[in-house]
């Protein structure tokens, strides 16, 4: 899981040319793919208002680099709340559930609010075991809070393990750039 963890981590980007406004970011590990690839760049904004599905730079709690929950944990429940502080690293995952939504996970796949998601973006090659992948027992986001998980589900550590991230540690929405526009990643 060592691995899984520092494959959400994103470093900034040396100088680059970008757009106006907006900052890069480099894609290390396998986090998020197939969505995104190692060392592909992503450009983020300021602030902005998170919706499920949203690729989201962020700063995750200062526990998730050990996958430490900020509270003690059950069999088969996902980390419903973060350590208190804000790691200086930045990463990079999909926002799986906002604010008062409930979460849970079946081979991998989302369960909001008791409805199983449409989630075309994901892999799971790797997601066969149940004690990272399946996580009946859902747990409510609190309140300006927002689980992040990333698309490469049996590779990863995410707000499974580390819990969900504060609106105001989040960077903003990733994008993709080329020479005449930019759009979100989706």
């Not at 609190?142 to 991230?165: C, I, K, N, Q, T």
Request: charged residues 15%; aromatic residues 8%; glycine residues 10%.
């Amino acid at each position: 899981m060592a691995i899984a963890a520092a494959s959400l981590l994103v470093a900034a980007a040396a100088a680059v040319a970008r757009p106006a406004g907006l900052h890069p970011y480099v894609v290390p590990y396998q986090a998020m793919e197939p969505t995104l690839t190692v060392g592909e760049t992503v450009y983020v904004g300021g602030p902005y208002r998170p919706s499920d599905g949203d690729v989201v730079v962020f700063h995750a709690p200062s526990g998730a680099n050990a996958l430490v929950c900020g509270v003690r944990l059950t069999v088969g429940m996902m980390c419903p709340a973060p350590t208190p502080r804000e790691s200086n690293v930045l990463w990079i995952d999909r926002v799986a559930a906002g604010p008062g939504e409930r979460i849970a996970m079946s081979n991998g796949h989302v369960i909001l609010n008791g409805k199983p998601q449409n989630e075309p973006y994901i892999d799971l090659t790797n997601c066969v075991d149940d004690s990272a992948c399946t996580f009946p027992k859902a747990i409510t986001v609190p309140a300006g809070h927002y689980f992040m998980l990333s698309d490469s589900r049996g590779e990863s550590g995410d707000s499974r393990f580390w819990g969900p991230v504060p609106l105001a540690w989040i960077v903003g929405r990733a994008q993709i750039c080329s020479a005449s526009s930019c759009h979100y990643v989706p």
